[in-house]
């Protein structure tokens, strides 16, 4: 079957613009995680969600990064007043559940670029 | 404050030799660590793991092994292949936790 799916695969914005990046994860995956990757460093967590249970948002950066998930379906996360440190590959995954060794399948990510 | 560290950014062995990958941590709470394997333009994909209950894991050619009192996990291909050229992140997480820490990764590059 399909895996994670995210769009766009790229995306370049000006310094204080609002963008919203989207990903697919697996049918039947439970649980979707957000993570970013800034130039030379390990993949940074931002967010996951896991069912209909609230979502731990304790990686997010700033209030200016939110994350929304219909169901057990797509995510969309949105970044306002964009900044240049927010450049990063912006990576989601998918795993079954919450459940500590389920793999996580990575989607291919977003690569952002604020100007 | 890096709690996974990878120290080596870069990594280049000739075909049919030994490549050994290291990390080290330094959060106590992780019992659960992995290897991930990354192509340009790819997400992770996930590649071996082992629980802290255990000091090796092997899957064909790939071996990680990890010394709890050192903090310190690797991972050892062999024998390395063209194909293993990529982008390899070690990562961890903590019993009570479903987030992955990782690490800066290294680039492995096998010459033929």
């Known amino acids: 079957g399909a895996g994670v799916s995210q769009s766009p695969s790229n995306k370049v914005t000006e310094k204080g613009k609002d963008v919203e990046l989207r990903c697919d994860p697996i049918?039947?995956?439970?649980?979707l995680y957000w993570y970013r990757q800034r130039l030379g460093q390990g993949l940074e967590f931002l967010i996951y969600?896991?069912?209909?249970?609230?979502?731990?948002k304790s990686g997010l950066p700033s209030d200016r990064f939110s994350a929304e998930r219909t169901g057990e379906s797509v995510s969309t996360l949105t970044i306002q007043r964009t900044q240049q440190e927010d450049s990063a590959v912006y990576l989601c995954?998918?795993?079954?559940?919450?459940?500590?060794?389920?793999?996580?399948?990575f989607g291919p990510g977003t690569r952002l670029t604020v100007l | 404050d890096q709690q996974v560290k990878q120290n080596s950014p870069s990594l280049s062995v000739q075909e049919g030799r030994i490549s050994i990958l290291n990390c080290d941590y330094t959060?106590?709470?992780?019992?659960?660590f992995l290897w991930y394997k990354k192509y340009p333009a790819e997400g992770p994909t996930f590649l071996i793991s082992?629980?802290?209950?255990?000091d090796k894991n092997e899957d064909g050619r790939f071996t990680v092994f990890l010394n709890k009192s050192a903090k310190h996990l690797s991972l050892h291909i062999v024998p390395s292949q063209p194909g293993d050229s990529a982008v390899y992140f070690c990562?961890?997480?903590?019993?009570?936790?479903?987030?992955?820490?990782f690490g800066a990764g290294t680039i492995l590059r096998v010459k033929s």
């Open positions: 990562a961890a997480s903590a019993i009570d936790g479903n987030k992955l820490v």
């Open positions: 082992i629980s802290s209950i255990k």
């Open positions: 969600f896991q069912g209909n249970s609230a979502p731990d």
């Open positions: 995954a998918s795993s079954l559940s919450l459940a500590q060794h389920n793999e996580q399948f």
């Open positions: 959060n106590s709470m992780f019992d659960y």
């Open positions: 049918s039947g995956h439970t649980a």
